[in-house]
T-cell receptor, first 114, second 119 residues
Framework: KAGVTQTPRYLIKTRGQQVTLSCSPI?????VSWYQQTPGQGLQFLFE???????NKGNFPGRFSGRQFSNSRSEMNVSTLELGDSALYLCASSLMGGSADTQYFGPGTRLTVL | AQTVTQSQPEMSVQEAETVTLSCTYDTSESNYYLFWYKQPPSRQMILVIR??????QNATENRFSVNFQKAAKSFSLKISDSQLGDTAMYFCAFMKHGVTTDSWGKLQFGAGTQVVVTP
């Protein structure tokens, strides 16, 4: 089975712009979670989607949003980029998103905001 | 709210030796799952081992084993016969078990421990 894929792998944006990141889960997985990884804050949970519905959300401002499509692919969007949004964004997929499910991570998208 | 603490920012170990990484967590939940993930320089996060809180037996996966002490809220990882490929950042993570929305899909990570395996 193919693993979790994320596109693009690298992005450079300037402050004020918006960005969309994409995540394709492992075939058959219906839950997609997103995480932000920074040196200062570590790994932080952004949100989780299942069957096109956001079921859980972390403590991030409304500039961070996401969606999930009927094929379970997910996108996250960050509007009005700030310097502090520079991070590695990781997505992970699992069968149903429950605690008994293992999350499998993608390689991440490295976002740099100038 | 749950917190996960990894008190060792970095550890160095020689090839073939054993290293133990510590992890403590704070939760009021009785049922949950604990995980160790490794993140090598490629940044690809890989599951190393998982433990279900209601299982007394410590999980083992080849050279990786855990010491789960539920009462002490401790979950340490032992890497035996260390190999150069084990060089990575290791993260301890917690997931609450439940049917409420705040449990779904949410791993809570510690700050990580950088393990360096030297020849």
């Amino acid at each position: 089975k193919a693993g979790v894929t994320q596109t693009p792998r690298y992005l450079i944006k300037t402050r004020g712009q918006q960005v969309t990141l994409s995540c394709s889960p492992i075939s058959g997985h219906r839950s997609v979670s997103w995480y932000q990884q920074t040196p200062g804050q570590g790994l932080q949970f952004l949100f989780e989607y299942f069957s096109e519905t956001q079921r859980n959300k972390g403590n991030f401002p409304g500039r961070f949003s996401g969606r999930q499509f009927s094929n379970s692919r997910s996108e996250m969007n960050v509007s009005t980029l700030e310097l502090g949004d520079s991070a590695l964004y990781l997505c992970a997929s699992s069968l149903m998103g429950g605690s008994a499910d293992t999350q499998y991570f993608g390689p991440g998208t490295r976002l740099t905001v100038l | 709210a749950q917190t996960v603490t990894q008190s060792q920012p970095e550890m160095s170990v020689q090839e073939a030796e054993t290293v133990t990484l510590s992890c403590t967590y704070d939760t009021s939940e009785s049922n949950y799952y604990l995980f160790w993930y490794k993140q090598p320089p490629s940044r690809q996060m890989i599951l190393v081992i998982r433990q279900e809180a209601y299982k007394q037996q410590n999980a083992t996966e080849n050279r990786f084993s855990v010491n789960f002490q539920k009462a002490a809220k401790s979950f340490s990882l032992k890497i035996s016969d260390s190999q150069l490929g084990d060089t990575a950042m290791y993260f301890c993570a917690f997931m609450k078990h439940g049917v409420t929305t705040d449990s779904w899909g949410k791993l809570q990570f510690g700050a990580g421990t950088q393990v360096v395996v030297t020849p």
